[in-house]
């Protein structure tokens, strides 16, 4: 059978067992997407099934994120204390750098030019040079090179963790697969996979399976109370993804603010609040064998 040849299969409860810094066993952080899309053509979610182009309705839906939801964001982010990756298309600092700039303290993750393509599709050249083109443009603006990659759409080509590593990352996120960092194999090296969640990801529960905030909601505290109790034999990641035009409207933010004050209220000896940039170099310096 096929094969990705990344990494073997490795069965959690037999793993090594390690802390996070500071002895914590749960480390918590929130990935927020900030993505732009073209007008008239290109990918992007739908709130309702768009008739023709230019499709202003959904390009609309989505423009809310960047002009108001995202500001409803920050505000929270910072009344919680609360760290966060920012998933960042580079096409954000031309059309829309207040909302990166929203969150002066976040890391800033590679997410590709725009949301509106997938770089899975394109051929090796091409892929390298997007990859270029998004980090030459985060270092250009945020003062630093960014260590980790999301691929938009989480769209991978056979050979995107060898071209990432290959451009100085350091970690991904497109492969969830684990509640652990993993390493990968590249053709060069290797590259360490932090968990991303397709689980507790507002596009997946909101726009396809077609939940609201409140059910969001709850399971972002479910799934918070089941690891956190889990954390006390092995240690976990848990993610939480999220985008300003789905969870920034009134009515689903309500519901957010709710389950991340209730992962704020409970953040105690062992959880860490952090980014993924963080549990990644942490992972990173354990000694070998203990990451698989």
């Not at 060898?162 to 100085?168: S, T, V």
């Not at 505290?221 to 993804?241: K, N, Q, S």
Request: hydrophobic share 40%; with cysteine; proline share 8%.
């Amino acid at each position: 059978m096929p094969h990705h040849g990344r990494y073997p299969y490795s069965p959690i409860a037999e793993r090594p067992v390690y802390d996070w810094p500071g002895g914590k066993r749960l480390a918590v952080y929130v990935g927020l997407n900030l993505e732009w899309f073209s007008f008239g053509e290109g990918l992007g979610a739908e709130l309702a099934p768009a008739a023709h182009q230019p499709d202003v309705l959904n390009y609309a839906w989505r423009d809310y994120g960047n002009r108001v939801g995202v500001f409803r964001l920050a505000e929270l982010f910072a009344e919680l204390k609360l760290p966060v990756s920012l998933l960042v298309n580079a096409q954000m600092y031309e059309h829309a750098p207040q909302a990166v700039a929203a969150f002066p303290n976040a890391e800033i993750v590679g997410h590709g030019r725009s949301n509106s393509e997938r770089q899975g599709t394109l051929d090796e050249t091409a892929e390298r040079a997007l990859i270029k083109e998004t980090t030459a443009a985060i270092a250009k603006h945020s003062g630093a090179r960014p260590q980790g990659w999301l691929g938009p759409w989480i769209s991978q080509s056979h050979v995107t963790p060898d071209l990432l590593q290959e451009a100085g990352y350091t970690y991904l996120l497109d492969w969830c697969h684990d509640d652990q960092p993993v390493w990968m194999k590249t053709r060069r090296g290797r590259i360490l996979s932090v968990p991303y969640p397709q689980e507790l990801n507002d596009i997946p529960q909101i726009v396809a399976r077609k939940r609201e905030g409140a059910e969001f909601a709850d399971m972002i505290v479910d799934a918070f109370d089941v690891m956190h109790e889990e954390c006390a034999r092995r240690p976990l990641v848990m993610g939480i993804a999220l985008h300003p035009y789905l969870v920034g409207w009134p009515h689903r933010f309500k519901h957010l603010a709710r389950a991340l004050k209730h992962i704020a209220a409970h953040a105690d000896d062992r959880v860490w609040l952090t980014t993924a940039g963080d549990i990644a170099a942490h992972a990173a310096k354990l000694p070998e064998g203990v990451v698989p």
